[in-house]
């Protein structure tokens, strides 16, 4: 079964970028879409885009001007920066597999999470 | 699209049904194949979302066939049969047929 590990730093400062990357276990990053979701905690879940294998990206209009995702295939990993945070962006980051459904990708496994605090 | 979970909350004796509804503020149906763009969740406290159902009914490979999910173009339900312990979870209903991806708010299941 593939997993999914999410890495990077777990504090963060307020208007720095938060860097996070996700490493797939078993090489099938070239055959699925790979998105980043967050949870703030004790709350809900809140999709923040997607990409592809080949680097085509969709993001969250709320969030698209500070977001920046990559894929590297090489590596099995794909990232995603998310500059000039603040306390809001304060969650559990999430990457997860998404299979093609003909319209947007359908996540259909999860990463265990990492959590993202920021504060000064 | 918006998602709007009912009830908040419920609490369910085990054994007995228990029934989540997720409304989207449009239609999630796409005419080109006939197919419900809407997922179901369950999040267990500490752990990712596990997907269940997709395509509104189509149970996940591995879940167990308690849990269904109905409904077309607006209106969902997902259903558990007769609830088990291990069943205490938070549900999450998610739409897929455009961007942004959104979801419910979440539904918390408790055991009455």
């Known amino acids: 079964q593939v997993q999914l590990q999410e890495s990077g730093p777990g504090l963060v400062k307020p208007s720095e970028t938060l860097s996070l990357a996700c490493t797939v276990s078993?090489?099938?990053?070239?055959?699925?879409?790979w998105s980043w979701i967050r949870q703030p905690p004790g709350k809900g879940l809140e999709w923040i885009g997607f990409?592809?294998?080949?680097?085509?990206?969709d993001y969250n209009p709320s969030l698209k001007s500070r977001v920046t995702m990559s894929v590297d295939t090489s590596k099995n990993q794909f990232s995603l920066r998310l500059s000039s945070v603040t306390a809001a962006d304060t969650a559990v980051y999430y990457c997860?597999?998404?299979?093609?459904?003909?319209?947007?990708?359908?996540?259909?496994?999860w990463g265990q999470g990492t959590l993202v605090t920021v504060s000064s | 699209i918006v998602m709007t979970q009912s009830p908040d909350s419920l609490a369910v004796s085990l054994g007995e049904r228990a029934t989540i509804n997720c409304k989207s503020s449009?239609?999630?149906?796409?005419?080109?194949?006939?197919?419900?763009?809407l997922t179901w969740y369950q999040q267990k406290p500490g752990q990712p979302p596990k997907l269940l159902i997709y395509?509104?009914?189509t149970r996940e490979s591995g879940v167990p066939d308690r849990f269904s999910g109905s409904g077309s173009g607006t209106d969902f339900t997902l259903t558990i049969s007769s609830l088990q312990a291990e069943d205490v979870a938070v549900y999450y209903c998610q739409q897929y047929y455009d961007t942004p991806n959104t979801f419910g708010q979440g539904t918390k299941l408790e055991i009455k």
């Open positions: 078993d090489g099938s990053i070239s055959s699925y879409y």
């Open positions: 997860a597999r998404g299979r093609s459904s003909g319209r947007l990708p359908l996540s259909d496994f």
């Open positions: 395509w509104a009914s």
């Open positions: 990409i592809s294998y080949s680097g085509s990206t």
């Open positions: 449009q239609s999630v149906l796409y005419s080109s194949n006939n197919k419900n763009y």
